[in-house]
């Protein structure tokens, strides 16, 4: 979901893959920042222990190395093994940087990632309203996107007063309608 783990019911940031052994969103290489290398990280993992030096990561289709990490938590810098420059951290602006779903560990309950969550059937007393086509990642909290057939999309906000359960192994999100649509 920027970031990894959410309060409940929330979604973690920006992840894609949701299969095990498939690869989740950590970040995003963001400008360079200084001349040795180092690169801002767009939409950063809040488990920053993924971007510790010395992990690995993929970026842009290769696995590498984090030589380097500092900024703070919002704005994290890394420096990845053999990119010593800043024509280097250049070239991968724009790239994904992820790891496989296993480095993540469990969530904690009611924690869930973007990609589990995107495609379920979003359910109300019983009645079908839409399917999840995107989550989007905003400061007072991540909000569905939820398609609906012969109408407009729907914003649902992942807090608990709007959603009543969240069931990623049967692919389905019961919500209330009421208080969605509570003025």
Do not use: Q
Not at 90 to 109: F, M, N, T
């Amino acid at each position: 979901m920027g970031g990894e783990s959410r309060s409940s019911p929330g979604a973690s940031g920006g992840e894609s893959g949701s299969s095990p052994g498939s690869l989740i969103r950590i970040g995003r290489v963001g400008r360079p920042h200084g001349n040795e290398g180092f690169f801002a990280v767009g939409e950063p993992t809040e488990r920053l222990r993924l971007l510790d030096a010395g992990r690995e990561v993929e970026v842009g289709g290769r696995t590498r190395r984090i030589a380097s990490r500092k900024g703070t938590a919002e704005r994290p810098l890394l420096k990845l093994a053999g990119s010593g420059d800043r024509d280097a951290a250049e070239a991968l602006h724009g790239a994904d940087i992820e790891v496989p779903r296993e480095a993540l560990g469990p969530l904690d309950e009611g924690e869930y990632l973007i990609d589990d969550l995107v495609g379920c059937a979003v359910m109300s007393a019983g009645n079908a309203v839409g399917r999840v086509a995107g989550v989007l990642l905003l400061p007072a909290a991540d909000v569905l996107e939820v398609e609906r057939e012969g109408a407009g999309l729907l914003l649902v906000p992942l807090v608990r007063d709007a959603i009543r359960s969240v069931d990623v192994a049967d692919g389905t999100i019961e919500v209330d309608m009421g208080f969605i649509d509570a003025d």
